[in-house]
T-cell receptor, first 113, second 115 residues
């Protein structure tokens, strides 16, 4: 089975930095994804980590430690439009190459002026 | 970039009727399609995985006779909610992945309301 945990809600101030953590316990780990989802819309891809370390992409960075089963998404220079849910998702690979993407419950981020 | 088109975006149906949702990959061959369901303020729950030309693999607790999945071509997968009931009201989202496209591209989602 799998278990993916992330905080339910977070608040932050416009212009600040926020870190959203995700811990996971899965078998057949083959990468971790972060998605942003606004209410009523489909998720949009933010980042992907398969090796340990930090991946930076503009205002967003994502970190992975496979030995600790831990990842975080770092958002810098927060903007009001960053208010959304952030979903941590783990890809599991099974025998025969069958794979699936399993999502955590998501973290609702509210950015205030 | 990879694009997945999902239709309809919203549908309201009467209890007991069936609803079909289509998911098309527009610019790549989707060897694998994933169907998710999302209830308000909850995350995406994987319902089933379908590979082109073969039967779908359903997650535990998902009724395969109620949620019919067809993936007859490399660009089209359909989810049919049969004999829909109000508790089936939810946001259904597809995701596609191909051999040449290793990422997961999501459709825009379908808001189903059963009255």
């Amino acid at each position: 089975g799998q278990n993916i945990d992330q905080p339910t809600e977070m608040t932050a101030t416009e212009g600040a930095i926020v870190q959203i953590n995700c811990t996971y316990q899965t078998s057949g780990f083959n990468g971790l994804f972060w998605y942003q989802q606004h209410a009523g819309e489909a998720p949009t891809f933010l980042s992907y980590n398969v090796l340990d370390g930090l991946e930076e992409k503009g205002r967003f960075s994502s970190f992975l430690s496979r030995s600790k089963g831990y990842s975080y998404l770092l958002l810098k220079e927060l903007q009001m439009k960053d208010s959304a849910s952030y979903l941590c998702a783990v890809r599991e690979v099974f025998s025969g190459g069958y794979n699936k993407l399993i999502f955590g419950a998501g973290t609702r981020l509210a950015v205030h002026p | 970039g990879a694009v997945v088109s999902q239709h309809p975006s919203r549908v309201i149906c009467k209890s007991g009727t069936s609803v079909k949702i289509e998911c098309r990959s527009l610019d790549f061959q989707a060897t694998t399609m994933f169907w998710y369901r999302q209830f308000p303020k909850q995350s995406l729950m994987l319902m089933a995985t379908s590979n082109e030309g073969s039967k779908a693999t359903y997650e535990q607790g998902v009724e395969k006779d109620k949620f019919l999945i067809n993936h007859a071509s490399l660009t089209l997968s359909t989810l049919t909610v049969t004999s829909a009931h109000p508790e089936d009201s939810s946001f259904y989202i597809c995701s596609a992945r191909g051999d040449a496209h290793q990422g997961y591209t999501f459709g825009s989602g379908t808001r189903l309301t059963v009255v």
